[in-house]
């Protein structure tokens, strides 16, 4: 056993890859349970597809520009350890083998570029939604994966907190969701026909199911330890969900007089993704505020669209990029200074400098993604056709499979 090396941490990190490669599955049948009816299979593969198209980029150079030694030292890219060239230069990282969280790390960039395609559904093609993802990992998830997670990233640096993506995951998706939908247009049915109902409520039920428990290995196998500190994350993680599902199932009472299984499912979500950043940091009190305060907001936010008129098609905007800001920013205020959190958010006695650089970190990364993505966006559409005719449109994504 080489010196250093833990196996109870390096067990419990190759489960947590599992679980979080799991989520990617799980989001494309919360995703395939909400789209039309005719584009089914297009939009399960488009989750699907990510992970191969993101795997191969993770290891020729994702690894090296995200967690590879900084270049210059002002935390903006790495470059080194190419793992696929054999280029590394440790076995080790900290206690726990290279390649174990390497593996854990490239299934948080697998469902980033899944998460997005949530916004477009409906009216994007296969093939160029590859040649996209490429594309996107390269210029806008690694830079900013080492941004918030390398030691050397600057954010990191700086002293912003977010223990398990909420900047790199959650926001990142969100705002390039909205970047991309804004780039490509609406679809042929936006504000002509009443918002289609989930068509597979089953679907959207397993993907949650899915989705919760990947939730566990996403958050707590941030800790890369099986001890309380990834307790801690895990206990968190199952508060703010289950509050904001409650939440969410209130406010759709208070404001039509019924629940929704998917209004419940989208809540659920919404807690999930708003602890990301901040499990390890806050205790369950804070969580279950969280938890309440997300779902208020996110029941406004995924109605925002129709008031713009940009066509976030399954919300990935009003839930992962405010949902996301929503856990950023709470950790100015209920960071604990315990358990995992080097600083302390103003309820615990800490400053404001702190909220401070939460929302800096936020405008940095939303500025950057937004305008990177969007630019993508236009190019590989005038380039590849990533929307399909509006004749393929309105016969379905389905019918255009065998010639993507």
Request: overall charge neutral; charged content about 10%; aromatic content about 12%.
């Amino acid at each position: 056993m080489p010196h250093g090396l833990n196996t109870g941490d390096s067990a419990w990190m190759l489960v947590s890859f599992a679980m979080v490669l799991l989520m990617t599955p799980g989001l494309a049948f919360f995703y395939g349970g909400m789209a039309r009816a005719k584009n089914l299979i297009s939009v399960l593969y488009m989750s699907f597809v990510s992970i191969p198209v993101v795997s191969v980029v993770w290891f020729v150079y994702g690894y090296g520009v995200a967690f590879g030694p900084d270049v210059g030292g002002v935390g903006l890219l790495g470059w080194g350890d190419w793992q696929l060239f054999g280029a590394i230069t440790r076995l080790l990282r900290g206690e726990i083998p290279l390649f174990v969280f390497s593996l854990f790390q490239l299934t948080f960039a697998i469902i980033t570029v899944a998460l997005i395609s949530g916004a477009v559904a409906n009216r994007v093609r296969i093939g160029p939604w590859m040649i996209f993802g490429v594309a996107w990992v390269t210029l806008v998830y690694l830079p900013v994966a080492h941004w918030v997670f390398s030691d050397g990233g600057w954010l990191k640096k700086w002293g912003v907190l977010d223990f398990a993506g909420g900047l790199v995951v959650e926001i990142n998706s969100g705002i390039a969701g909205l970047a991309l939908a804004i780039a490509l247009g609406p679809s042929i049915s936006f504000r002509k026909e009443e918002p289609p109902r989930p068509k597979n409520v089953p679907f959207v039920l397993l993907g949650l199911g899915l989705l919760w428990f990947g939730w566990f290995g996403f958050n707590g196998g941030s800790a890369l330890t099986d001890g309380p500190l990834a307790a801690n994350a895990v206990a968190n993680t199952m508060m703010c969900g289950s509050a904001a599902m409650i939440t969410w199932m209130l406010m759709e009472r208070l404001r039509s007089g019924h629940f929704s299984r998917l209004g419940g499912a989208t809540g659920a979500v919404a807690g999930l993704v708003a602890i990301t950043p901040s499990c390890a940091f806050v205790n369950l009190f804070g969580a279950l505020i969280i938890g309440v305060i997300v779902a208020i907001v996110c029941t406004y936010a995924v109605e925002v669209k129709t008031v713009l008129g940009y066509d976030d098609t399954l919300d990935v905007v009003g839930i992962h990029a405010v949902g996301g800001m929503v856990g950023i920013a709470a950790l100015g205020f209920l960071a604990t200074g315990r358990f995992g959190s080097p600083t302390a958010g103003l309820f615990y006695g800490g400053s404001v400098a702190l909220l401070g650089k939460q929302i800096v970190a936020i405008i940095a990364v939303t500025f950057y993604c937004f305008v990177v993505t969007f630019i993508l966006g236009k190019v590989v559409d005038r380039l590849f056709a990533l929307r399909p005719t509006s004749e393929g449109e309105i016969a379905g994504l389905d019918t255009e499979l065998r010639i993507d």
